[in-house]
């Protein structure tokens, strides 16, 4: 059974930093597309940022451009989200993702989902 297990998530100050961590059993994992969404109170998931399976190619939405790192370890089956200067609209719970062929910022292109971490970001 595929599981992917999100962690890493707490409560921190506007400004600071945080790396989540996604880690991946039983896929395939340096065949798959990996993407985190987020999704805040009241709002729906959002794309946030995906990387392909060699690493070589990483994609932001907009407002987190040049504050998040999308990485992944295929040696670890993990796949990590840096993320400095937090903003307390950055607030959500963070989900991983894998997709299979594809490279999208679109949830219906994604095969598997975690259960996602809580950020909370403090003003």
């Known amino acids: 059974q595929v599981r992917l297990v999100e962690s890493g998530g707490e409560l921190v100050q506007a400004g600071g930093s945080l790396r989540i961590s996604c880690a991946t059993s039983?896929?395939?994992?340096?065949?798959?597309?990996m993407g985190w969404f987020r999704q805040a109170p009241g709002k729906e998931r959002s794309f946030v940022a995906a990387?392909?399976?060699?690493?070589?190619?990483?994609y932001y939405t907009e407002s987190v451009k040049g504050r998040f790192t999308i990485s992944r370890d295929n040696a670890k089956n993990t796949v990590y989200l840096e993320m400095n200067n937090l903003k307390p609209d950055d607030t959500a719970v963070y989900s991983c993702?894998?997709?299979?062929?594809?490279?999208?910022?679109?949830?219906?292109?994604?095969?598997?989902w975690g259960q996602g971490t809580q950020v909370t970001v403090s003003s």
């Open positions: 990387i392909t399976w060699s690493g070589a190619s990483t």
């Open positions: 039983q896929l395939d994992f340096k065949t798959y597309t």
């Open positions: 993702a894998a997709a299979l062929g594809v490279v999208s910022a679109e949830a219906v292109h994604y095969n598997y």
